[in-house]
């Protein structure tokens, strides 16, 4: 069955730290994936998509994620956070070969402190 | 702009009495889809469309309706509403099998419901 874990509900990082959201996937066939982002009270927003072109991906507002197969994981990451970047984020599967829904994991809340 | 909208954004309501959650996307898209958002559970997946009158159900459909006569709206219908539906609840869509797996999927602002 395919799955989606998010490790850490909650993750809190000084203002300029690394950002760091882990995100292990399963999936019996190859999977796209993507990272969202949801402000409070706002809908969610695609941050990037993984689509089998490149390993490395790059996104909005700084954010980027790798795809890595042997570990099934897709973690996403920011150099140095921003206290605009506090939100809930949350990374989704779907699989490859005509599939239609969204798998979403458990979301990880963003806190950035000064 | 390309958007979906919901409405309303805010519900109160009590246990039993039918309520209409609506949803429009202005994007021609095929798929819609409505999910529930619960913490700790992420979104799960209530209900989805493929196309104009092709409904089914996804991993929670208890409790609701869906119906699809336009291909820009899909209302979210609970007959009877109860406690356990209190939820923030997410309309979706995209391109469908017209586009490709990556075809990004764009969501409504969300409703959130109190049912008492």
């Known amino acids: 069955a395919q799955s989606v874990t998010q490790l850490g509900s909650h993750v809190s990082v000084s203002e300029g730290a690394l950002v760091l959201l882990r995100c292990n996937y399963s999936?019996?066939?190859?999977?796209?994936l993507f990272w969202y982002v949801q402000y409070p009270n706002q809908g969610l927003q695609l941050l990037l998509k993984?689509?089998?072109?490149?390993?490395l991906v790059k996104g909005i507002n700084g954010f980027e994620a790798e795809f890595k197969k042997s570990e099934t994981s897709f973690h996403l990451t920011k150099p140095s956070a921003h206290m605009s970047d506090a939100a809930e984020y949350f990374c989704a599967l779907r699989l490859s070969g005509g599939y239609n829904k969204l798998i979403f994991g458990a979301g990880t809340r963003l806190a950035v402190h000064p | 702009e390309a958007q979906v909208t919901q409405n309303p954004r805010y519900l109160i309501t009590v246990t039993g009495k039918k309520l209409t959650v609506t949803c429009s996307q202005n994007m021609n898209h095929e798929y819609m889809s409505w999910y529930r958002q619960d913490p700790g559970l992420g979104l799960r997946q209530i209900y989805y469309s493929m196309n104009v009158e092709v409904t089914d159900k996804g991993d929670v459909p208890e409790g609701y309706k869906v119906s699809r006569k336009e291909k820009r709206n899909f209302p979210l219908i609970l007959e009877s509403p109860s406690p356990n539906q209190t939820s923030l609840y997410f309309c979706?869509?995209?391109?469908?099998?017209?586009?490709?797996?990556?075809?990004?999927?764009?969501f409504g602002p969300g409703t959130r419901l109190t049912v008492l």
């Open positions: 993984y689509t089998s072109a490149a390993t």
């Open positions: 999936s019996s066939v190859p999977p796209y």
């Open positions: 979706a869509s995209r391109r469908g099998t017209s586009g490709s797996g990556t075809d990004t999927q764009y």
